[in-house]
């Protein structure tokens, strides 16, 4: 009788550590998961109208990101107050922003008008130089949509890259 009682307060005790390492793994996940919401709007300095699909992120970590809507605006969790965000688009100087513990932003991004040398995006959406891919790449002279009788942009490329595939459909309304 007095084996079998050790024998449930060993086990109770055994028990017991696993539901004390248990709650100290969620408790330390549930600290590490604080989150801060944050906002804000991209706006064009020169006209001051938003500007959507502009690249939200926190500086160091571009997995925690986000893209403007078509208001330009977003909103974005981070973990750190002391964090910094960059706001970066096409043609637009890349600006970083400290949080410090603001919840809603304001940013303005000036016009960038460097001249852009041969740049590829990728299906991936990642911009490298043409020399420093693996593998071929098609190429469109800007002369060659201009000079098209087309006045779609999208139906102009047709024909002018291999491996290019595009199908114009009409609607009647």
Known sequence: MMKKKLLINERVATWGKYFILMMLIIFAYCAQAQTIPITGTVID???????PGASVFVKGNAKNGTVTNIDGKFTLSVTDQDETLVISFVGFKTVETQIQGKKEFSIDLE???QSIDEL?????GIKREKKALGYSVGE????AI????ETN??????GKVSG???NS???SL
Do not use: F, G, M, R
């Not at 201009?146 to 009788?149: L, M, T």
């Open 45 to 51: 300095a020169s006209t001051k109208d938003p500007i």
């Open 111 to 113: 016009p960038d008008s």
């Open 120 to 124: 590829v995006v990728t299906a991936l």
């Open 140 to 143: 469109v002279k800007t002369d």
């Open 146 to 149: 201009v000079n098209s009788s």
């Open 153 to 158: 942009v999208i139906t102009a490329l047709s």
């Open 164 to 166: 290019v595939i595009i």
């Open 169 to 171: 459909t009409s609607s």
